[in-house]
């Protein structure tokens, strides 16, 4: 299948699928993933949604203006406004793919349209029309990178990550079950918690270089999806010094981490010491 690129963030979910793939083709311009591999993988989001829907709420989160949109995607393959996430993975039917007209791209793939500030010169609403299974396959790759979700204090935000190595998210994402994320900042300590959830992974022919890391304020009511943030994991460097990554470091990042813990402070030192040794730029004394 042939998935066109719009240049916006939703192509960075349907790069995802294709990293996910063995043989796909990546262009400029659009992505072609073999209808095989492109099955499988929307398995592994099915499985990914299906766990999770048992357990919490789960579904794209879309706020009043990405609903029409959302529903027009849907109908495009007969699936009813009410589907799960795991059904529309397992039953999309390929033979439907170009049968029906584009339609505006949910907020959920377009977010930096939304924070105005970071592009000068872009004042006004720009309406993005997308094609419908575009939008059903950025949802699967929304669901294999996002990790989970976090406490900033005020408000809970989304945690995806993206990774330039297939097979690690789906992976990373079973291991942690979909449980609330202890949090995301510093950044250093998000780092080493999560190079230390990737060194336990069991698939062990795979090795992560890099991960990108995006923290998300998903839409609700009349909020459509915005990013707040961006940094990248260097997984690879850190895992350089796998020896330090233990089950005692893992509970200082985590309170580190953590926006309620009263010695936060002191732990956020601590974290950053430690990280700045494995980088290489300190000593260890």
Not at 114 to 135: A, C, L, M, N, S
Not at 180 to 189: F, I, M, R, S, Y
Not at 237 to 264: F, G, Q, S
Request: charged content about 25%.
């Amino acid at each position: 299948m042939q998935i066109p690129l719009y240049n916006i963030f939703g192509d960075n979910y349907i790069l995802q699928l294709a990293t996910e793939a063995e043989n796909a083709k990546m262009t400029p311009n659009y992505v072609e993933i073999e209808d095989k591999e492109l099955k499988e993988i929307l398995g592994m989001a099915a499985e990914i949604a299906e766990y999770r829907e048992k357990t919490q709420k789960f579904s794209i989160p879309l706020y009043k203006n990405d609903k029409e949109s959302w529903k027009s995607a849907l109908s495009c393959y007969s699936f009813p406004e009410t589907s799960s996430l795991s059904q529309i993975f397992r039953d999309f039917d390929f033979s439907k793919v170009k049968k029906c007209g584009e339609v505006t791209a949910p907020s959920f793939i377009k977010p930096e349209y939304y924070e105005y500030g970071r592009f000068p010169g872009r004042v006004d609403k720009e309406k993005i029309k997308v094609e419908p299974h575009y939008v059903i396959l950025a949802a699967a790759g929304w669901v294999l990178t996002r990790i989970g979700k976090a406490n900033i204090g005020n408000a809970y935000v989304g945690v995806n990550v993206f990774s330039p190595q297939g097979g690690i998210l789906y992976s990373l994402i079973k291991k942690l079950g979909g449980a609330q994320l202890p949090g995301v900042k510093p950044e250093t300590a998000f780092s080493l918690w999560i190079s230390k959830k990737v060194s336990e992974l069991s698939v062990t022919s795979i090795t992560a270089s890099f991960l990108r890391v995006y923290i998300i304020t998903d839409a609700a009511g009349n909020k459509p999806t915005v990013i707040n943030s961006g940094f990248t994991v260097e997984v690879s460097k850190i895992l350089n010094k796998r020896e330090l990554l233990t089950d005692k470091l893992e509970k200082i990042t985590e309170k580190a981490l953590d926006v309620n813990y009263d010695m936060r402070d002191y732990y956020i030192k601590l974290v950053n010491y430690i990280y700045e040794y494995i980088n290489g730029s300190k000593r260890i004394e």
